[in-house]
Structures are given as C-alpha cells and as structure tokens.
C-alpha cells in the first residue's frame, strides 16, 4: 500500500525542507520526501510530496503542513506499488551539458554521461537549478579544454559534482567532504552504484566527513587545481580566505547554492583573497566559476 501527500509550497519553502528522519524522528517509518517545480514558467511554484508506506495519521499531516505555509494537504492512495519506487517516478531525468541525471525508475542515455542518483531528497540529485548549473559549468570548462588533476568538492551532498568532475577528468585525484555523515554515507552508496572507486588513487575518489576545509586528509591533499562547493552564500563568504589558501595559483573555483542577490557579496569576498570571476550565469540561481591568481 503506497500514499502520497503532495502541498504546494514556493521554492524557499523546498529549498528549506528538513530531512525526513529529522522531521518524523519519532517514526518507526518515516516518509521519503521530494521537492520538485512542476512548472518552469512559475518559478516560485514548487511542490512538496512525501511518500509513505501506509496511510498517513493526523499528527503526520500536521508535522507536513509545518513545510509549507496555509498549504492545504492533498492525499491520495497510490493502490499496490512499491511506494519507493513511485516517489522516483516523479522526478523527470535532468540534462546539462553532456551529463544526465536519473533515478532508478527511468533508462540512461547511451549518448550521455549517465548518473543514476535515488530520489530520497531532491537537492543535490541534480533537480535542483544549483546542481544542473554545476554541471554546466563543468561540462563548459572540459569543453574549453581546461585540465584538472586535482579536485576537491566541499559540501558534497549526494556526491554528484565529484562524480561528473571525475567523469571529465578520469586521471584526477578527487576528495568529497561534507559536515553531515549521512552525506557521506549517500555518496558511498552512489559511488557504487554509478562505478565511482573509492580510494587514494588517480581515477578514485576519498571521502572524508568535515566542517569546511577542516580535515587532515583535505589539508594533505590541497593545493587542488579544481574546487567545487555548491553549499550556501554565508558558509562561502566565511570559507573564502580557506579555500584561497588551499588551492593552487590558477586554480577554478566553482561556487553555488547562492541566489543571484547574494553573488555581489560572494565575488567580493574572493576577489579580496586574489580570484577573478570567469563566469557568472543568468538566473535566480547563481554559479560563479573563479580563478585564482597565477
């Protein structure tokens, strides 16, 4: 038996949902919860929906109405399907650049770079305009034959961008931090999933649970020629002197999880430590690709 409750919130009320163990921290099965924007012309318009396994109790609506304000709470009975696999239905595959990014539910692209992420949260599988603009701006520094050899991507989240960089640069060494272990723990499991090593090597990639650049294994592996930190505009304001410091000079700096108001004061803050901006992308959601000094 497979229910859904599906509110409808605006894209700060998606981009602020808790995870579900959180949440529901007194279930013994709590749901699986998706943010997904239904349609690209309303832009504020998003849709929250949580898929459980048996028919929601009261206290649950309540606890889902806290998402999303005066949002009135539409259930349905999904019948037999495994509820699981019906949360993944709704989340399309996204394209950006050469890379494609699915659940389980829908095909890869043979002509694409495929990666099959599961639906659990939608922030960070590459539904979110941050993550694709990530892509992108990976997909264009390949393409205009940049070269890295050394990446690192804070803040790692499902451990997607590490998996594209190290897709575009198969001889590199890469690291994936993030401060949640949970985080980790995901990324282990997408590793194996999308044939990602995991190791010390060129071609692998090391995990390494961390607050910022605050780990050993980040400080023995810097300087990088390749950071990405797709995390929030105050964390990358505050982080700008430790990732200055621990990359190499000429370095790219992907940056995002920002909106487009908050990128005058994130440039600012990488310019005082030498960086210049290579590329700033048009959108609510803003990607900064920067360089450090040579």
């Not at 090597?201 to 930190?229: C, K, N, S, T, Y």
Request: glycine share 6%; charged share 20%.
């Amino acid at each position: 038996m497979s229910w859904r409750v599906t509110l409808h919130c605006t894209r700060a009320e998606a981009e602020a949902m808790p995870d579900s163990d959180h949440l529901f921290q007194f279930s013994d099965s709590p749901p699986v919860l998706v943010a997904d924007e239904p349609d690209p012309h309303a832009p504020d318009d998003w849709r929250i929906h949580a898929y459980f396994a048996e028919q929601p109790t009261t206290q649950e609506l309540v606890l889902l109405c806290r998402l999303a304000a005066g949002a009135q709470p539409e259930v349905e009975h999904l019948g037999e399907d495994d509820w699981v696999t019906m949360s993944q239905a709704g989340l399309e595959p996204i394209r950006a650049g050469r890379f494609l990014v699915h659940t389980p539910s829908h095909s890869p692209d043979p002509d694409a770079i495929n990666f099959e992420i599961d639906a659990g949260l939608a922030f960070g599988t590459g539904q979110h305009d941050t993550t694709a603009g990530c892509l992108a701006a990976l997909d264009r520094l390949e393409c205009a034959g940049e070269v890295f050899t050394n990446i690192a991507d804070i803040g790692t989240g499902t451990g997607l961008l590490a998996f594209a960089a190290l897709a575009l640069w198969p001889q590199a060494k890469a690291i994936a931090s993030d401060i949640d272990p949970i985080s980790i723990d995901v990324t282990r499991d997408n590793a194996a999933i999308n044939h990602i090593p995991i190791g010390h090597e060129a071609g692998q990639l090391l995990l390494v649970v961390a607050d910022g650049m605050d780990h050993e294994m980040l400080v023995a592996r810097a300087p990088f020629d390749l950071l990405i930190a797709n995390i929030l505009a105050g964390p990358l304001v505050e982080l700008a002197p430790f990732f200055a410091k621990a990359v190499a000079p000429g370095a790219h700096v992907v940056l995002a999880g920002l909106l487009d108001s908050q990128a005058d004061a994130v440039v600012a803050a990488y310019e005082a430590e030498g960086m210049t901006v290579v590329e700033r992308n048009i959108g609510e959601w803003c990607v900064l690709v920067m360089r450090a000094s040579s």
